[in-house]
């Protein structure tokens, strides 16, 4: 949408957004937004049609699954594959690698989860480690895991750093079938003897691409080198940069790709962008519009842990019901931040890029960039958390 309104004057939306509040007119570079293009931030969301509606070719009762997981899917009220879960599980069920590329919020993580836990059903022998860039990626993937294998016995550990290593010694002396955790703390458990990585026949390396970006790309290759061949492999991402391409050339066998041509999770969202100008206090304009009542479960991004912590405080003095996650904070306290803002108990959550990554939280009205993103990708990844499936969401970009 570049072209959209070059001078900031014809369009109503650029002189005024829907707030009353001035827009686009007039771009002024702050030092950190020197790349970005601030009329990326303004674009209308596409409304879902039935005719968009996608026809699995199969249901989750076709597959040859364990009868007691097919009823755990029944019971978390999935009757419909998505897209990547159509096409991805038939592959993983025959045992071959899967390279599975498709936008966030499209169910890749029963994807690899269902035919996984299958798999470990039948034979116990079966072991899974699945990687993942982030605690709060790993800790959702877990919760998932228990409510597909609810009744069944299995036994997960979480690997991840900000947490309890001793815990996680005990977890992993109690043999699980699934081990979920973040590369670092791997690592960690490996050079401590306590994690026999050379045991696990069966890798999921999940947001591949944010690996990348988070710099992990020495030890997934350290990983994936130390594990039990022949094995099944598994590499999930919302893109296919070309590392990855290298990355599963490398460490999968013959693997079928299956790439979901969806629409732009961003199509969902209205974006616009919100003017502060030099009269004005920042945190006013943000009060003023966490006060609307359609404001009624906003995830705001910032750009460094201590603004964060600084911004959430701030907003809680002036009586709202906000929290934050960011990497300065204890996993536990993350987490909690996290299932509140999740349960509705907090109306407010303020986030960094990395501890935001990946999650799936229902239902967010709006998401709120206080401070810009890095690039235009983390841009499109914040304003993933609003508008998941058909749902419209909204994403407002401070500039000032
Ligand atoms: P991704 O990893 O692609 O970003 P997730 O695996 O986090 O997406 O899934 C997004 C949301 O969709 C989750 O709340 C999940 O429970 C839900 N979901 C996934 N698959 C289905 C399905 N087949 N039917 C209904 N809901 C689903
Ligand atoms: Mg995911």
Do not use: W
């Not at 009762?61 to 019971?75: G, P, T």
């Not at 690997?159 to 699980?176: F, K, M, T």
């Not at 842990?305 to 996650?325: P, T």
Request: hydrophobic share 40%; proline share 5%; glycine share 8%.
């Amino acid at each position: 949408m570049f072209s959209r309104n070059p001078r900031g004057k014809s369009s109503p939306r650029a002189g005024a957004n829907r707030f009353g509040r001035p827009t686009s007119r007039g771009r002024r570079k702050a030092p950190a937004a020197r790349e970005l293009d601030f009329t990326q931030f303004v674009k209308k969301a596409i409304q879902t049609t039935e005719t968009e509606t996608f026809n699995p070719t199969h249901r989750f009762a076709d597959f040859e699954m364990h009868s007691k997981l097919k009823a755990n899917i029944v019971k978390c009220g999935y009757v419909h594959p998505t897209p990547i879960q159509d096409g991805a599980i038939p592959h993983i069920l025959k045992g071959r690698d899967v390279v599975g590329i498709a936008n966030t919020g499209t169910g890749k993580t029963a994807a690899f989860l269902l035919p996984l836990i299958h798999k470990t059903f039948k034979h116990t022998t079966e072991k899974v480690l699945i990687i993942v860039p982030t605690r709060e990626l790993a800790l959702q993937i877990e919760e998932e895991l228990r409510k597909f294998a609810a009744g069944s016995g299995l036994h997960s550990a979480l690997c991840i750093g900000g947490a309890h290593i001793g815990d996680q010694v005990r977890s992993l002396s109690r043999n699980p079938s699934f081990v979920i955790g973040t590369p670092g703390r791997l690592k960690d458990l490996i050079e401590r003897g306590k994690l026999h990585i050379s045991e696990f026949n069966n890798i999921v390396l999940d947001e591949v691409d944010r690996m990348l970006d988070m710099g992990f790309i020495q030890d997934i290759k350290y990983l994936v080198a130390l594990m039990k061949t022949p094995r099944q492999s598994l590499f999930f991402s919302a893109t296919m940069p070309r590392e990855i391409a290298e990355l599963a050339k490398k460490f999968l066998n013959d693997p079928v790709t299956i790439t979901i041509k969806a629409r732009a999770t961003s199509e969902n969202v209205d974006q616009d962008i919100v003017r502060v100008l030099p009269k004005e206090d920042k945190i006013e304009v943000l009060h003023n519009l966490l006060l609307l009542p359609e404001f009624k479960k906003v995830l705001i991004f910032g750009r460094t842990k201590h603004g964060v912590e600084k911004l959430a405080l701030r907003l809680q003095d002036r009586g709202f019901k906000a929290d934050s996650i960011h990497g300065d904070k204890s996993q536990s306290q993350r987490a909690r931040a996290l299932r509140r803002f999740k349960n509705d108990e907090l109306a407010i959550l303020v986030a960094t890029d990395v501890a935001a990554r990946g999650l799936d939280i229902p239902d967010v009205t709006h998401v709120i960039n206080y401070e810009l993103p890095e690039n235009y990708e983390d841009y499109i990844h914040r304003i993933g958390r609003t508008g998941r499936g058909t749902k419209k969401g909204n994403a407002l970009t401070f500039v000032d």
